[in-house]
């Protein structure tokens, strides 16, 4: 029986992906490495495949969404999947690296397969949504051709280039910025608790020092593209003093500041370099000198 699309890997991501479709009236066949995990989806009216050559078999175009490239090779790379994936088009959202991605680009191209990367950057709550937000780079035609159909996962959709790698490079600096904010709540609630402050208590003022970032990226942005580093009213001496009172309260409670440690020492080191009146984001330009 043919499908509008198949989706690989029925993790939360790619159930609540293969969900979506069949929200918006899509025929779906899905399959996943562990039996059993589709139970819900073919309630709903998808097709469950018994391999993942048959699922791919069954559509035109295949979404894999995996834990990472070594789960998405384990399944695209077996003989009769490849063979299968032959003149159809297949969509990666799994997430990695740029460079696993522009090898399983070349991987693709060797085997007659047509080929989009794609990264998603939102949770699983918003798929179907319109807060959902994807990220997709290959050929432009080729993206063109399935939009449509992508599209029907909602939210927002955005064709970076043909550099098959470049939705992956976006991943990784959106997730670079991500998991180092998590790093720091996670670290600011434990010091917080150590003096007595709960997580509710601290989280109505910690959403005001986020509310802060958002401009300041745009601004830093410039900065950083233009070469101006301007610190005036926040120079980078001042942020490694109050940086150092973080490291020291911490540790005088007992807590591991390796995070912070870090950040001064990026901060210290671009002031040993004569930058100490330059805003925080000369950091990012010192440490991109080494290339
Ligand atoms: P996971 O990252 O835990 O991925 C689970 C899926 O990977 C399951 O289908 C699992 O199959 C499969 N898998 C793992 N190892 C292998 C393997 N060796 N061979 C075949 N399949 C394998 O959960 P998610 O579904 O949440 O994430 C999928 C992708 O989506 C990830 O790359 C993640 O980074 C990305 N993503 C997820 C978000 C989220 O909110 N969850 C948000 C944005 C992106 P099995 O059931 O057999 O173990």
Redo the contacts with the bound molecule.
């Keep these: 029986m043919q499908s509008a699309v198949t989706v690989l890997?029925?993790?939360?991501?790619?159930r609540s992906l293969a969900r979506a479709f069949l929200d918006a009236g899509l025929s779906v066949t899905v399959w996943?490495?562990?039996p059993g995990?589709d139970h819900e989806l073919v309630e709903r009216g998808a097709v469950g495949a018994a391999s993942a050559e048959e699922a791919v078999a069954a559509s035109g175009l295949t979404v894999i969404?995996?834990?990472?490239y070594?789960?998405a090779d384990?399944?695209l790379r077996a003989a009769a999947v490849a063979r299968a994936l032959k003149g159809r088009t297949l969509v990666n959202?799994?997430?990695d690296t740029p460079e696993r991605a522009r090898e399983t680009g070349a991987w693709a191209d060797r085997h007659g397969i047509r080929y989009l990367d794609g990264a998603?950057?939102?949770?699983?709550t918003t798929i179907g949504t319109a807060a959902s937000v994807y990220l997709h780079s290959g050929p432009e035609d080729l993206y063109r051709e399935h939009r449509p159909l992508l599209e029907a996962l909602g939210g927002t959709h955005t064709h970076l280039g043909e550099d098959i790698g470049r939705a992956a490079a976006y991943d990784i600096a959106l997730l670079d910025v991500f998991w180092t904010a998590m790093a720091g709540y996670a670290h600011a609630v434990a010091l917080a608790r150590a003096e007595g402050i709960t997580a509710r208590e601290l989280a109505p003022f910690a959403q005001g020092i986020g509310a802060i970032l958002p401009p300041l990226f745009a601004q830093t942005a410039a900065d950083f593209d233009d070469g101006g580093f301007s610190g005036e009213g926040n120079p980078l001496t001042s942020g490694a003093s109050s940086m150092a009172h973080i490291v020291h309260a911490s540790e005088a409670h007992g807590i591991d500041a390796g995070v912070m440690r870090a950040a001064e020492g990026m901060a210290r080191r671009a002031i040993g370099l004569g930058h100490g009146t330059d805003g925080f984001i000369r950091v990012a330009e010192v440490l991109g000198r080494h290339r």
């Design positions: 890997g029925l993790g939360p991501m790619g996943n490495r562990t995990r969404c995996v834990v990472n070594d789960a384990a399944v959202l799994s997430a998603i950057m939102t949770p699983t």
